[in-house]
């Protein structure tokens, strides 16, 4: 295990060990920084790219008239 991986792990087990009031404070922290936000956002959009990613190719042009309709 690398060693940022060792770190994240000790984290997110301290993290997961709060009382979910505790856990909240420290989302809203989190997510006040407006860097950190920007982080997280392009982390949700890439899981949802991995999600997605044995979806079926479309055309941009089907997709773009589906959305005209």
Known sequence: MMPAEATAEVFWTAFTA??????????EKMLADSVLREEVEDLLDLEVVRERSSEPARPLDDVLAELND
């Not at 709060?18 to 909240?24: D, N, Q």
């Open 18 to 27: 709060l009382p979910a009031e505790t856990r909240e404070k420290v989302i």
